[in-house]
């Protein structure tokens, strides 16, 4: 019997910079609003995929969206400011 964990190395290598640079973490703690409002939007229509929205699941969706359309607002009102401050 061969076993599978010998032959991960040759598959996929352990590598140092697998962690994610500052840089990169602080990336993410920016756009964490919008990745929010879009989990919160994408679980408001998974709701909906077996059945015919309810009027509080279409306020729901349209809540979500409008959530949505803010946080990307914010993220580019923020790029926007500091390529103008850069």
Do not use: H
């Not at 996929?12 to 756009?31: K, M, N, V």
């Not at 729901?60 to 390529?83: E, T, Y």
């Amino acid at each position: 019997m061969e076993f599978i964990a010998a032959l991960q190395n040759r598959v996929t290598p352990w590598s140092d910079g697998l962690e994610p640079t500052d840089a990169e973490l602080d990336a993410i703690e920016q756009e964490l609003p919008l990745i929010l409002a879009e989990v919160e939007l994408l679980d408001a229509q998974i709701m909906t995929t077996d059945r015919m929205p309810s009027e509080v699941d279409e306020r729901r969706i349209r809540r979500a969206r409008r959530r949505l359309l803010a946080a990307r607002r914010d993220l580019a009102a923020k790029a926007s400011v500091a390529g103008v401050g850069a």
